[in-house]
C-alpha cells in the first residue's frame, strides 16, 4: 500500500482530535474529486512499518486528548489496500484500544468483498459511497455529498 500523507493531528476529518492517513488508489475516479493525486495505488510514497509504528505511538500520545484514526484516500477499501489496512486497524485495536476509527470509501456497504467487509465490521464510523458531484453539499457534515451515508457500528 502506497500513501499520500499522514497527518499526526487533525480536527477536520471526524469527531475530536485525529490522526488521519490518506492512502493512494481509488478505483472510483468522481468528477470533482478533491483528491486525484491519489488514484492511482502506486503514486506517493510505501506505507511502511515505520509508519505503522508512528501512528500507533502517535495515538497513545497522552499530551493530546486524541479521538482516533480516521482512515481517507484515494480509498482505503481498494483491493491493494485491504491487506494493509486490516493490519493496521487490527492493530490500533490492540495496542491503542480506546481509540476509534472512522474510514471514508467510495464503495458502498452493500457491495463489499468479503475482506472489505472483514474491515468494514472493524471501524467504528464508515462514510460510504463515491462523491457525486452534482450532489455536493459543503453544509454536510463530513460528508461531501448527500448520496454518502455515515453507519456507525455499535462494537
Same mark, same amino acid.
Given at each position: @500500500?502506497?500513501?499520500?500523507? *499522514? *497527518?499526526?493531528?487533525?480536527v477536520v476529518n471526524g ?9 493512494s488508489g481509488c478505483e472510483?475516479? $468522481?468528477?470533482? $474529486? ?23 505511538? /502517535? ?22 489496500? $485491504? ?23 467510495? *464503495? ?15 471501524? /467504528? ?8 458531484? /452534482? ?14 451515508? @455515515? ?5
Amino acid at each position: @500500500m502506497n500513501y499520500h500523507k *499522514y *497527518y499526526p493531528t487533525d480536527v477536520v476529518n471526524g469527531k475530536g482530535t485525529r490522526a488521519s492517513l490518506f492512502v493512494s488508489g481509488c478505483e472510483h475516479k $468522481c468528477r470533482g $474529486c478533491f483528491s486525484k493525486s491519489t488514484w492511482s495505488a502506486s503514486s506517493g510514497k510505501p506505507f511502511t512499518k515505520s509508519l505503522e509504528d508512528r501512528i500507533i505511538q /502517535d495515538l497513545q500520545d497522552k499530551r493530546i486528548k486524541r479521538k482516533g484514526l480516521s482512515l481517507l484516500g484515494g480509498d482505503p477499501l481498494h483491493p491493494k489496500n $485491504c491487506q494493509s489496512i486490516l493490519r493496521l486497524i487490527n492493530r490500533v485495536r490492540l495496542e491503542s484500544p480506546d481509540s476509534d476509527i472512522w474510514l471514508w470509501t467510495g *464503495y458502498t456497504i452493500g457491495n463489499l468483498s468479503p475482506i472489505q467487509e472483514q474491515i468494514a465490521l472493524k471501524v /467504528d464510523v464508515i462514510i460510504d459511497g463515491p462523491f457525486v458531484e /452534482d450532489l455536493a453539499d459543503p453544509s454536510l457534515k463530513w460528508r461531501g455529498s448527500s448520496n454518502q451515508i @455515515m453507519h456507525v457500528n455499535n462494537q
